[in-house]
């Protein structure tokens, strides 16, 4: 993910960042689970982003990972923040 999905993604110029994070406390104490957030300046890139290049990176990241993964997507807009 670290080597080839995320800078795969990050490099169609879509997205301002990412972050990824592990989950330290869950009910799913047989799995290590992971988050990726990606931030989007606006919605246009983020439909441009679905549209030209996610069917092809999902495409990617299924074949690549089958069977050792489930994903969700979900658009949250951030509403409040305290970062610098």
Do not use: W
């Not at 960042?17 to 290590?32: K, N, V």
């Not at 300046?41 to 495409?59: I, S």
């Amino acid at each position: 993910m670290k080597e080839i999905h995320i800078p795969d993604v990050m490099i169609t110029g879509m997205f301002i960042s990412y972050r990824l994070c592990r989950l330290l406390s869950h009910e799913h104490t047989d799995a290590e689970i992971y988050t990726i957030q990606y931030a989007v300046k606006d919605m246009a890139h983020l439909t441009r982003y679905n549209n030209e290049f996610a069917p092809e990176l999902q495409r990617q990241h299924k074949e690549r990972y089958d069977g050792k993964y489930a994903a969700f997507r979900s658009v949250m807009e951030v509403v409040d923040h305290n970062e610098r």
